[in-house]
Every structure is written in structure tokens, then in C-alpha cells.
């Protein structure tokens, strides 16, 4: 059973601060997704991560996949209040069927 | 924006009764799913649809079914509805090709009395 684990699962920082969110995955997938959603909205996707090494980049956020590790992190570099939503990354599994498993979240606040 | 909507956007009901949620698309997109979203469990998948009348069970099946009659309509019924079912319910879309994400539409809220 594909399980994604996201930590932490809550993060506040002051704006300026660099941090990293972590995206952990238990079995092997080649497809990784970054998502993002404000409070009371739906999701927007951010990144796609196609293969092992991938490297996304907009703006302040930088996304990344080794896919070896089974590891995918969104890396924020001085933050800002606007970057404050909660992030999920999703897996897919392609055995047959299409589908993706969501991560618990990270809820980010950032403080001005 | 992908073309996704869903109706209800609100809805509130009481214990045992039938619900049933619509997602319609106008993208054309193969794949179809719904998710529930509750605090500290971020999105779990219910059930999608990978074609018309083509639907599989997700992780959290149980007390929910879904039908596909047309590929731009996705209905997700609550059997009879219980407490347990209040959440928020996403749909969303994909069409697996490169590159391709999901694309989810503005959710539902459900209250369940």
C-alpha cells in the first residue's frame, strides 16, 4: 500500500527565513506533485516531478524528487507572508489505473 | 482554470438520508475522482473513474458509490448519510498524459446532522 508521509506537518517561520518541507513516499513512483491551498479554497496545482533529479523552480518555492530515496522537497527561500497555505505533495501509482496519494499536509504561517 | 464544477456547494442534510454530489467537467478529461478532505488526514481518495461507466474504489469507499453515465459527469452518493461523512468533498480531474496534474474543482462542504 503506497503511503505518503509529509513533515512537518505544521511550520511558522518569519518572513525572510529559509525552510524545507519534506515529502516521503513508501513504494516506488516516478510521478510526483506539488499542490497548493489557501484556507477555505481548493488546490492549485505548483509543481510536476517527473523523474529521478527533477528541479522545479517559481519564484520562492523550489521543488526537487530523488526518486532513489523516495523523497521530494519543497524548499521556500525567504519567505514571505503571501506563501502562507498549506502544501501537499501527491504520489501516483500507474499499475493499471491512474491514481494519487495525498500527503497529510504542511500547514505554513508566515510572520511578518 | 480548468472547466470543474461542483453542486451543491453547500449542503446540509440529516443522518440517513441520501446525498448525492455532482462534478461536471468541461475539459473533456478521461480521469475523474473525489476526495474527501479532513483536518489532519489531507485528501483521501473515495472513488474514481477512469471512463465512462469504468469506476474503481479508492481508500475510503465505504458508505459512498459513484456513477459515470457521461464523461463530463461524476456523482458521488452518500447511501444513507452519517455524521462521519461530514467533510469537504473535492473533485478533480486528469487526463494522464506528460506532464499532466489534476486540476480540482471549488468543493462542497457537507454537514451531516
Known amino acids: 500500500e503506497l503511503k505518503v508521509e509529509q513533515n512537518p506537518l505544521f511550520l511558522s517561520m518569519q518572513e525572510g527565513k529559509n525552510y524545507t518541507i519534506y515529502c516521503n513516499y513508501s513504494?516506488?513512483?516516478?510521478?510526483l506533485y506539488w499542490y497548493r491551498q489557501d484556507p477555505g479554497k481548493s488546490l492549485e496545482s505548483l509543481f510536476v516531478l517527473l523523474s529521478n533529479g527533477a528541479v522545479k523552480q517559481e519564484g520562492r518555492l523550489m521543488a526537487s524528487l530523488d526518486t532513489k530515496a523516495r523523497l521530494s522537497t519543497l524548499h521556500i527561500t525567504a519567505a514571505v507572508h503571501d506563501l502562507s497555505a498549506t502544501y501537499f505533495c501527491a504520489v501516483a501509482t500507474t499499475s493499471g489505473t491512474y491514481k494519487y496519494i495525498f500527503g497529510t499536509g504542511t500547514r505554513l504561517k508566515v510572520l511578518a | 482554470d480548468a472547466g470543474i464544477t461542483q453542486s451543491p456547494r453547500h449542503k446540509v442534510t440529516e443522518t440517513g438520508t441520501p446525498v448525492t454530489l455532482r462534478c461536471h467537467q468541461t475539459?473533456?478529461?478521461?480521469?475523474m475522482y473525489w476526495y474527501r478532505q479532513d483536518p489532519g488526514h489531507g485528501l483521501r481518495l473515495i472513488h474514481y473513474s477512469y471512463g465512462v461507466k469504468d469506476t474503481d474504489k479508492g481508500e475510503v469507499s465505504d458508505g459512498y458509490s459513484v456513477s459515470r453515465s457521461k464523461t463530463e459527469d461524476f456523482l458521488l452518493t452518500l447511501e444513507s448519510a452519517t455524521s462521519s461523512q461530514t467533510s469537504v468533498y473535492f473533485c478533480?480531474?486528469?487526463?494522464?498524459?506528460?506532464?499532466?496534474?489534476?486540476?480540482f474543482g471549488p468543493g462542497t462542504r457537507l454537514l451531516v446532522l
Open positions: 475539459e473533456n478529461h478521461r480521469y
Open positions: 513504494t516506488t513512483s516516478d510521478r
Open positions: 478533480a480531474i486528469s487526463e494522464w498524459v506528460d506532464q499532466e496534474t489534476q486540476y
